[in-house]
């Protein structure tokens, strides 16, 4: 899905979903014109212009869309519904690919990186697909629902080896208590060292350390690691509700995809771990060390204030001239990377999915990934996979999501009538629907016991850091960001009672602690705004936005219908059962 049909999905409901089935297609490989079966008439659920739609496909499509754009409803009714989607998608697609539309530069880079990327994940599906073996234990599906579902609060004690670490692991399951280890600690004996790490997510993990964390209790430790070349293990010390996030308890198909996509990415690591070794990779030592120099100059991801660690989820990459990026960083047999074109390549990722690099261990883990994608890129290309009908599919899915996104900008958003008039009368027809409640904002701890909660009021009270035992002592979600709520709107909360706690609070003061069905709840406002009437002029930009998300909409239904007249497809809805697309 390219980044302008993302920011079109802000402007129409309808179009929203058909961007996630184009996007759904493509990861489903939506066959292009294919054919059901002859001998099984009942597995075509639509004809649609020369495509059709088989129980098959529309199984593989349901599996793949975002659960939260299926339509509502019980499980047949939803279902029916999600086949006139298709076929809705299915004629936007004919029409927009009747265009002939140009591509952006964007699009035609965004198509470059696609197409390697599908020829890498085809070459992988023959390497290791399909002997993949998904554990679906009733231990793996808890220990699922438990990361989902949990952070942990996590404190790392930190040895010179791993041997070490071991040892000290041992002695703590034994009875030694934790207190003796504590004094090494803190006389910066034999290298011992104990550090908070804070809430931490499954996904803010190292690979290593995951499973390790989340199977342990309560209380009690991990097994021993070995970490950036010495060895550690790690004890939950508390933990808290993970927010907006569900899992269903029942939702065995969703967990089964997640823990398949897990176990493919470790069997791909693992494949390129023999990659390493068929290649006869040769890191630069000088090199290496200045580019690893370059990433010590950058701030770490956990910065400490005293115990208070402040993790930075954004990691910038490092400035590297010219001349430097043509230090060739490391060769192999096939080719060879420089420094520049690591650090292109790292730039290029998002700011919260680069990883951390502080060590020449993790400097080799990190490069050794755009290298094997090149090789693997080459492999596929030299073994002609981009003939193959899964490729091809995916690749024709990819040209007609830009075709639709041209066709909604084209046909549909530009054929939004912008004018004052049209404006005025929107915002006349909708009278006081700019207008803004009274809002606040606020910080807030939540606490399990009465007896640590009145503790801390008493030390609130007395001038203690809000934020900071926030952050230390909040089971709720707002401890990352120290016990901020950000604004918070006038009779926009789900529970009244907690709405006129919240209003009713005077600001700069601690109120509490006040008894919530999650514990023991403790507030501060910071902010009181009144609410605020907009004049037509005031509320403009809001009028624009929404006057063309509606309008939009209603001219994308309008031409659905029209389409649908012209094709007169033959859809089956009777052939739809409420456990199609259920394993």
């Given at each position: 899905?390219?980044?302008?049909?993302?920011?079109?999905?802000?402007?129409?409901?309808?179009?929203?979903?058909?961007c996630?089935?184009?996007?759904?297609?493509?990861?489903?490989?939506?066959?292009?014109g294919?054919?059901?079966?002859?001998?099984?008439?009942?597995?075509?659920?639509?004809?649609?212009?020369?495509?059709?739609?088989?129980?098959?496909?529309?199984?593989?499509?349901?599996?793949y869309?975002?659960?939260?754009?299926?339509?509502?409803?019980?499980?047949?009714?939803?279902?029916?519904?999600?086949?006139?989607?298709?076929?809705?998608?299915?004629?936007?697609?004919?029409?927009?690919?009747?265009?002939?539309?140009?591509?952006?530069p964007?699009?035609?880079?965004?198509?470059?990186?696609?197409?390697?990327?599908?020829?890498?994940?085809?070459?992988?599906?023959?390497?290791i697909?399909?002997?993949?073996?998904?554990?679906?234990?009733?231990?793996?599906?808890?220990?699922?629902?438990?990361?989902?579902?949990?952070?942990?609060?996590?404190?790392?004690?930190?040895?010179?080896?791993?041997?070490?670490?071991?040892?000290?692991?041992?002695?703590?399951?034994?009875?030694?208590?934790?207190?003796?280890?504590?004094?090494?600690?803190?006389?910066?004996?034999?290298?011992?060292?104990?550090?908070?790490?804070?809430?931490?997510?499954?996904?803010?993990l190292?690979?290593?350390m995951?499973?390790?964390?989340?199977?342990?209790?309560?209380?009690?430790?991990?097994?021993a690691?070995?970490?950036?070349?010495?060895?550690?293990?790690?004890?939950i010390?508390?933990?808290?509700?993970?927010?907006?996030?569900?899992?269903?308890?029942?939702?065995?198909?969703?967990?089964?995809?997640?823990?398949?996509?897990?176990?493919?990415?470790?069997?791909?690591?693992?494949?390129?771990?023999?990659?390493?070794?068929?290649?006869?990779?040769?890191y630069?030592?000088?090199?290496?060390?200045?580019?690893?120099?370059?990433?010590?100059?950058?701030?770490?991801?956990?910065?400490?204030?005293?115990?208070?660690?402040?993790?930075?989820?954004?990691?910038?990459?490092?400035?590297?001239?010219?001349?430097?990026?043509r230090?060739?960083?490391?060769?192999?047999?096939?080719?060879?990377?420089?420094?520049?074109?690591?650090?292109?390549?790292?730039?290029?990722l998002?700011?919260?999915?680069?990883?951390?690099?502080?060590?020449r261990?993790?400097?080799?883990?990190?490069?050794?990934?755009?290298?094997?994608?090149?090789e693997?890129?080459?492999?596929?290309?030299?073994?002609?996979?981009e003939?193959?009908?899964?490729?091809?599919?995916?690749?024709?899915?990819?040209?007609?999501?830009?075709?639709?996104?041209?066709?909604?900008?084209?046909?549909?958003?530009?054929?939004?009538?912008?004018?004052?008039?049209?404006?005025h009368a929107?915002?006349?027809?909708?009278?006081?629907?700019?207008?803004?409640?009274?809002?606040?904002?606020?910080?807030?701890?939540?606490?399990?016991?009465?007896?640590?909660?009145?503790?801390?009021?008493?030390?609130?009270?007395?001038?203690?850091?809000?934020?900071?035992?926030?952050?230390?002592?909040?089971?709720?979600?707002?401890?990352?960001?120290?016990?901020?709520?950000?604004?918070?709107?006038?009779?926009q909360?789900p529970?009244?009672?907690?709405?006129?706690?919240?209003?009713?609070?005077?600001?700069?003061?601690?109120?509490g602690?006040?008894?919530?069905?999650?514990g023991?709840?403790?507030?501060?406002?910071?902010?009181?705004?009144?609410?605020?009437?907009r004049?037509?002029?005031?509320?403009?930009?809001?009028?624009?936005?929404?006057?063309?998300?509606?309008?939009?909409?209603a001219?994308?239904?309008?031409?659905?219908?029209?389409?649908?007249?012209?094709?007169?497809?033959?859809?089956?809805?009777?052939?739809?059962?409420?456990?199609?697309?259920?394993?």
């Open positions: 899905m390219t980044a302008g049909i993302e920011g079109l999905r802000k402007l129409s409901a309808v179009f929203a979903v058909l996630a089935l184009v996007a759904a297609a493509s990861a489903a490989g939506f066959a292009e294919a054919k059901a079966p002859a001998s099984d008439p009942d597995s075509v659920l639509a004809h649609v212009n020369a495509r059709v739609l088989g129980k098959s496909q529309f199984a593989n499509e349901w599996a869309l975002n659960p939260t754009l299926r339509p509502p409803g019980d499980a047949l009714t939803a279902r029916r519904a999600f086949l006139e989607q298709l076929v809705d998608r299915m004629l936007i697609g004919d029409a927009a690919l009747a265009h002939h539309y140009a591509w952006t964007a699009e035609s880079l965004d198509y470059k990186k696609f197409n390697r990327r599908v020829l890498q994940n085809e070459y992988f599906d023959d390497i697909g399909s002997r993949v073996e998904v554990d679906l234990s009733p231990e793996a599906i808890d220990l699922y629902k438990s990361r989902m579902t949990t952070i942990p609060l996590l404190r790392i004690f930190r040895f010179p080896d791993y041997e070490q670490a071991r040892t000290w692991r041992q002695r703590l399951a034994t009875g030694t208590p934790v207190s003796r280890l504590e004094a090494l600690a803190a006389g910066g004996t034999e290298g011992v060292r104990i550090d908070t790490l804070g809430f931490v997510a499954w996904e803010q190292p690979d290593t995951r499973i390790p964390v989340f199977k342990a209790k309560l209380g009690q430790y991990t097994e690691l070995s970490v950036d070349g010495g060895g550690a293990f790690l004890q010390m508390r933990q808290r509700v993970r927010p907006s996030i569900t899992v269903a308890n029942n939702d065995v198909d969703e967990i089964r995809a997640t823990l398949r996509n897990e176990a493919v990415n470790r069997a791909r690591d693992a494949y390129r771990k023999r990659l390493h070794e068929e290649l006869a990779v040769q630069d030592d000088v090199n290496s060390q200045f580019l690893l120099d370059q990433f010590l100059k950058l701030p770490p991801r956990v910065v400490y204030e005293g115990d208070q660690p402040t993790v930075n989820t954004n990691l910038p990459a490092p400035k590297i001239s010219a001349e430097d990026g230090r060739v960083l490391v060769r192999y047999r096939t080719g060879q990377m420089t420094v520049g074109e690591f650090v292109q390549w790292y730039t290029q998002e700011s919260t999915q680069r990883d951390e690099i502080r060590t261990q993790m400097l080799e883990i990190v490069v050794d990934r755009p290298l094997f994608d090149n693997i890129a080459r492999r596929a290309e030299a073994g002609h996979y003939n193959r009908p899964r490729v091809l599919n995916d690749l024709a899915f990819r040209r007609e999501g830009y075709a639709v996104q041209h066709y909604y900008e084209n046909e549909i958003i530009a054929r939004v009538p912008m004018g004052s008039d049209s404006l929107f915002f006349n027809r909708n009278p006081g629907r700019w207008n803004s409640p009274a809002s606040l904002d606020a910080h807030i701890i939540l606490v399990e016991s009465k007896v640590l909660a009145d503790s801390l009021v008493t030390a609130l009270k007395a001038g203690g850091d809000f934020a900071k035992a926030a952050a230390a002592w909040s089971i709720h979600e707002s401890a990352e960001r120290q016990g901020a709520l950000g604004t918070i709107y006038q009779g909360q529970d009244s009672a907690m709405d006129h706690l919240l209003f009713d609070a005077p600001p700069d003061q601690v109120v602690p006040v008894h919530v069905q999650a023991y709840l403790i507030l501060r406002v910071t902010k009181k705004t009144p609410p605020v009437t004049d037509f002029d005031e509320a403009l930009q809001y009028v624009t936005n929404d006057y063309r998300v509606e309008t939009s909409e001219i994308l239904k309008a031409r659905l219908a029209e389409l649908r007249k012209k094709a007169a497809p033959r859809v089956y809805p009777e052939r739809v059962t409420a456990d199609l697309g259920v394993d």
